[in-house]
């Protein structure tokens, strides 16, 4: 008859840790899994890892899907649900737009679609800088005319962009306005394909703009990080800078390329 060793207690971390390793393990298999195998990947001897699995089956972080097979539980999927409605990009942009803005020291700007236009949330900006390109947050701006807007037009089937086309006429705001469709429709093949958009003095003169799209969980672009500067002194290199920091607000979000 086989004697198990008497294991020494464990603080409240150690077995913290242990559920935590047997969680990542449960999550790295799409199909139930057995004791065995998650004592061997976890290096948890097997009464150790069994009577931890029971208490979280009891918990509903863990299934029993039958005797000594196991898969993550509901009750995770309900408190990811919580966080996610809890987590806004306005609060996971900011620290990130406040670096983005310390390295260029040019405007950021957080901004969302309503509609046929984009709204500015949220900015990261210098009192100091006497720069007026900075747009009040809760200010508004067509899509077809900002940069952020053109990453919104961009994911719409060609049925949309026409429609957007007819109700808003696409009217311009000077002479850099794209103001025809058929320019627009290849304004928006070129974002498609690079990845960012750009804004070239079509809102408004001396003052160029280029944004990068932020993306939640599902992959949903839902808002649009851009720099705004004087159109003598917007530098190709914050291109890199921006499409990173977008990356990095998107994965705090939950998003995976």
């Known amino acids: 008859m086989k004697i198990e060793s008497v294991e020494t207690p ?6 913290i840790e242990r559920m935590v390793a047997l969680l990542d393990a449960l999550a790295t298999y799409s199909d139930p899994v057995s004791l065995k195998e998650l004592s061997r990947v976890t290096g948890l001897h097997p009464s150790t890892a069994h009577r931890i699995l029971n208490d979280m089956v009891i918990t509903r972080f863990v299934d029993r899907v039958e005797p000594g097979t196991y898969r993550l539980g509901m009750r995770l999927l309900e408190l990811g649900n919580v966080v996610k409605s809890r987590l806004s990009v306005r609060e996971a942009a900011l620290d990130y737009m406040r670096a983005l803005h310390k390295k260029t020291q040019q405007t950021i700007n957080l ?12 900015r990261a900006f210098s009192e100091r800088s006497g720069m007026q390109v900075v747009r009040a947050i809760g ?6 005319l900002t ?3 053109k990453l919104f037009l961009s ?4 049925k949309a962009i026409r429609s957007y086309a007819t109700r808003t006429g696409l009217a311009g705001h000077n002479k850099n306005s794209i103001t025809d469709l058929g320019k627009l429709e290849r304004e928006l093949s070129l974002v498609r394909s690079r990845g960012y958009a750009r804004d070239n003095e079509e809102l408004e003169l001396g003052v160029r703009c280029m944004a990068a799209g932020i ?31 977008a990356g990095q607000i998107s994965a705090t979000l939950g998003y995976t390329p």
């Open 111 to 122: 901004s969302v679609r309503q509609g046929d236009e984009i709204v500015y949330i949220d």
């Open 139 to 144: 200010g508004r701006g067509p899509l077809h």
């Open 155 to 158: 994911v719409d089937d060609p």
């Open 215 to 245: 993306h939640d969980d599902t992959g949903k672009l839902i808002a649009g990080l851009s720099i705004s500067a004087p159109a003598d002194r917007l530098q190709e290199e914050w291109l890199e800078d921006l499409t990173q920091t």
């Open 147 to 149: 940069s952020t807007g």
């Open 10 to 15: 464990k603080t409240s971390i150690q077995v």
